[in-house]
């Protein structure tokens, strides 16, 4: 399969990336000096990992859209002929040349699928999508007064890896009718989805009450964090009854638990009374863990199954926790032209048909500009 | 597409619902009584609006799985015939009878789509993820001691969406090849992953600066919230050249901004100078935000086309925001039987060559079991 992309930031790379990890050919086209994300950070040395993150595995073909020349060759790529090729993913304003109409013309079985902010076109990012998502007056400390920005850009993710999906239907529909198509989707909707198949719009729309800022307690069920001995912090999780026995037996705490159900009339192991009761719960379980270090409460929880889990900075999840290095096959390590070497996932989904395609560094900006004009005769 | 889904929580009924929103036909497949997220929170009157919300547009199969009879129907709806059926998606624990190898035996070309929270089988869940890949610690107000867990279950939301991708995947090469496999993902995989296309993995490794806690402000650019005079906060964004320019024009303080960039020597068309001069340019921007009302905010940042955004509640959200209801093709007010009516969400992705799914409720539990049975003669 091979996809020309003409892309900026996470959404659609990410979605090009997520292909090209597959085994796809994914071309990147930017303009001479590179796009608005060249130099996005975080950085190294001023070269920036986000972009070496983001387009691992691509080729990086430079051309000057800005005059008709470089308008046509790349309408000539992203139309050259090939069963999986005539694919064309873009994040960046379509119009003239690169529309879908136009494009059409040089290929009519041609799969284009475009990501907009929202759906009438007009702009929006990940940071207005989830301001207006009511994430960030629920995120943060209880009695926090105003809103909670993201770190991580959840809907660039996942509308990165929707895009994957919208790909590989358009091809499947055109596999079986010939026919192509224009395929939209915007972040914003993305993000409504989301929030829609997770309930956040029905309980807006339905209930009186609105959603509180619960902390780190996780909503309706038993999950919060804790601090061990040595300063540790973990998250301890019983989102099931069994989950919830494991904690109890763990922790010895059995009868306190009872004593805590009579009291508060309160049967644990239904995850509403978890939640009703997680003040109180945690009241009991935060003295436990707080004599205890994290290799002790590791030993505890792990003999029972406890679902539970150690926070970690970046700094030590690099350090500590194999599951981010060459250990995992997920990982290789790479080197990375300009950069370094470092953990470089492949991708994380393996198939049993298919050898697991290693991850290759992002381009240098351009490297394959010639290459990829012979090739297609631009 | 046929789609049998063993499964519970968010990722792998993401999963499936992504399939069902674009006209697949998922079977949910539940113990008697239902799994263990048939009660999950939010809830209205009682029932779960987030089982509602995950599983709309599915059918919904009871069958006992614990005994051999129930087994071996469960195992034959999977492996029935049909060239778009023998598709199996499941989160649980996978052995004996529901395993590949014994599927296999009744559908030489299945599929079968397994999610497990780590690579290797163990537990591991959207918090236990998430603490572990270093955001809790950069996540909150600057200053704030400890971990600030998420309340959007990201890590869920992506490897549902991939599981979409992976599905399409495996059916376009047993299309091409006529062979089916088994396909593995895991929760922490897909966070892993995703943390090194965003350069977190990288940077932990090569810079020897941790990542900080920078609150609200958007790390490396220029990004953050502002209060108006009436109370309401408003993300405004600065991530590219043009996108500055919007917002010194709009806010007319080009003279305020050329002086701060002389005194600090900084050049505000580079993203980077914009982050490190953050702090001072937030301390021009809220006092200019701060005299006015939302509605001259937005005035003057539309003419402007400043990428800007209002934050919400998520009743604020429902009520005030035309993207979260019926006036979005998205969504369309259903009545899901035993809660009520509320906008619910279609595909996001709107396929020209294809009508569009009308989104459909989630099912009663149980719901289509007679019909199941008779359809596939179990």
Redesign the interface.
């Known amino acids: 399969m091979r996809i020309v992309e003409i892309s900026a930031?996470?959404a659609a790379p990410?979605g090009g990336?997520?292909l090209a990890a597959?085994g796809a050919d994914v071309i990147r086209v930017d303009p001479p000096g590179g796009g608005?994300d060249i130099?996005?950070?975080?950085?190294?040395r001023g070269r920036?990992?986000?972009w070496?993150?983001?387009n691992?595995g691509k080729r990086s073909v430079t051309i000057d859209m800005r005059q008709q020349p470089g308008q046509q060759k790349v309408a000539r790529l992203i139309t050259a002929p090939g069963e999986g090729g005539g694919i064309f993913l873009t994040n960046l304003p379509v119009s003239g040349w690169n529309s879908?109409d136009e494009l059409k013309k040089l290929r009519r079985d041609l799969i284009m699928v475009v990501i907009t902010g929202?759906?009438d076109g007009s702009?929006?990012?990940d940071?207005?999508?989830n301001?207006?998502?009511?994430?960030?007056?629920?995120?943060?400390?209880e009695g926090?007064e105003?809103?909670?920005?993201?770190?991580?850009?959840?809907w660039d993710?996942?509308t990165g890896?929707?895009v994957?999906?919208?790909i590989?239907?358009?091809?499947?529909?055109r596999?079986l009718?010939g026919?192509?198509?224009?395929?939209?989707?915007?972040l914003?909707?993305?993000g409504?989805?989301?929030?829609?198949?997770?309930?956040?719009?029905?309980?807006?729309?339905?209930?009186d009450e609105?959603?509180g800022r619960f902390?780190?307690h996780?909503?309706?069920?038993f999950?919060r964090?804790f601090?061990t001995r040595d300063d540790r912090?973990?998250?301890v999780?019983a989102?099931?009854?069994r989950q919830w026995r494991s904690l109890v037996e763990a922790t010895g705490l059995s009868g306190e638990f009872r004593n805590l159900e009579a009291r508060l009339g309160l049967y644990f192991n239904n995850?509403?009374d978890r939640?009703r009761g997680r003040q109180e719960i945690c009241d009991l379980l935060q003295p436990w863990v707080a004599v205890r270090s994290l290799a002790s409460v590791a030993a505890s929880f792990d003999a029972h199954?406890v679902?539970?889990?150690?926070?970690?900075?970046?700094?030590?999840?690099?350090a500590d926790?194999p599951?981010?290095t060459s250990a995992?096959?997920?990982?290789v390590d790479v080197d990375?032209p300009g950069?370094?070497t470092?953990?470089?996932?492949?991708?994380?989904?393996?198939?049993?048909?298919?050898e697991a395609v290693p991850p290759r560094p992002a381009p240098t900006l351009g490297e394959h500009t010639d290459e990829v004009i012979r090739e297609f005769d631009l």
Chains 1, 2 share one sequence.
């Open positions: 930031f996470i990410l990336a997520t597959m608005v130099g996005r950070w975080p950085l190294h920036s990992l986000y070496a993150g983001l691992q879908y929202n759906r702009a929006a990012v940071y207005t999508v301001a207006a998502l009511g994430f960030p007056f629920v995120t943060g400390p926090q105003g809103v909670v920005n993201h770190v991580l850009p959840a993710g996942m890896f929707l994957a999906t919208a590989l239907a358009a091809e499947r529909h596999r009718t026919e192509g198509q224009l395929v939209e989707l915007s914003s909707d993305v409504l989805a989301v929030a829609g198949h997770m309930g956040f719009i029905g309980e807006a729309v339905l209930e609105p959603r902390g780190n996780v909503y309706g069920t999950g964090d601090v912090r973990v998250v999780l989102l099931t009854p995850e509403g939640w199954k679902l539970w889990g150690p926070y970690r900075t970046f700094k030590e999840l690099v926790d599951r981010a995992n096959p997920l990982f990375h950069l370094g470092y953990p470089t996932p492949g991708s994380p989904m393996r198939f049993s048909a298919a």
